[in-house]
């Protein structure tokens, strides 16, 4: 087997940290309009930048055409764990957040889009952290990756398992060509400057408009206010989550909307069985609150439907305190925690392709039972589904159900009370932010340990890339020669 070359990996690192490098610079115009001091992004870009020409100096005469599958999964997991640690150097250069354990669980939760938190009062950060904060879901969500596709095609990096392995793209277009990844770029901007300027006609102002689009659009839930979503207007509530469920379908599908290419689209079982999950899960809801609360129609609809869909696709916004639901909600609102949007969208968690699938597995496994005899055949848009591929994820399910119930139990022996336990980890691992017990929507998880912190840190970013891109690196097969 080749051995793993550390110059590929460099050069990969390289890129990506200049790109972070420029990400900084972005937001000094937000500190001059404030009137905040800019040095802390300045340093954070100087920092940044230096790594990066150092790694390229190291390996820019490192060639690329034969890159192996090791260096690939390698790359992605050195390349978020070293952008989520210099993402802390805005909080911790302008003080916000003095504690480096604090601030690498906020920008992993960030990076992520996680959107859980430690700051108790968001309100009294400089706008220009708050900025930074909200950019760095946007970042995470799909603009790195599509900035990445668009760059990487220079280093002769074309047709590459880099891609595949990043969860925000896998299973889906493996980029070939850069028109590809700018169509992917026009898109996630489209959907960007549409909200944030439908937000911009209601109350908020620029700012929150902006913060809380990077938010929506990614999948993340930071918000600007320690209320999230609940002190603004009814209007704000429906076009935020309106922008959720669109940003819960697979960017393949917007890529097909762009192609004229309806007939996919119409076929596409993964995008109706993730609207009609969300449907179905919306009315239950409402009918919960409308039976067990006081709630008026309209108000139980809004609320019902919009604590769904954030869960569902993992963003994390919240419109009200669900704590304070009927149980019956509230298990809702922990089932939900193990669903996730489409496949190929900016979601975490299992998603709705997978789900599918088990579905049809389990169809199945009846049919055989009432026909013993019969020949039965798994198929996804009316293609057959490789025996190898299901396999796959029915092991994907199986294992993220493992690493759960392992994760809850190590949480539990830290002295975490177990419903609270159970629901930071489901949180963390799906990268959905808020949950139930301690950890509400308007709850923080600055009450946790350094190292619980840290653990749901790893968590984040296991959920993020997939679960087996993390653990396939600890497998002694992996460094084999």
Known sequence: MKLINPLVILRILSTILFLESVSYLLCLPVAHIYNESPYPFIWSSFITTVLSVTFFLISRNTPFDKMSIREGYLSVSLSWLMFTGLGTLPYILSGTIPSFVDAFFESCSGFTTTGASIINNVEILPYSILFWRSFTHWIGGLGIIVLVIIILPSLRITRFQFFGLESSLKEKIHPKTKAVGYRLLYIYLTLSLIEMMLLWAGEMNLFESICHTFGTVATGGFSTRNTSISGFSAYTQYIIGLFMLLSGISFVIYYQMVKLQFRKIKHNEELWFYLASTFLAGIIATSILLVKTSSPLE??????????ISILTTTGYSTTDYLYWPSAGLLLIFVLSFTGASTGSTTGNIKMGRHLIVLKNIKSVFVKLL?????????????????RANISIISFVVFYIFIFVAATIIVVATGIEPVTSASAVASSLGNIGPGIGAIGPMNTFAQFSDFNKLFFSLLMITG?????????LVAKSFWRL
Request: no cysteine; glycine share 2%.
């Open 299 to 308: 108000s139980a609809f809004r609320e019902g439907f919009f604590q769904v």
């Open 371 to 387: 026909h013993p005899n019969v020949i039965t055949q798994i198929k996804i848009n009316d293609k057959p589904v490789a025996e």
């Open 464 to 472: 993020r890339l997939e679960i087996f891109t993390v653990f396939i």
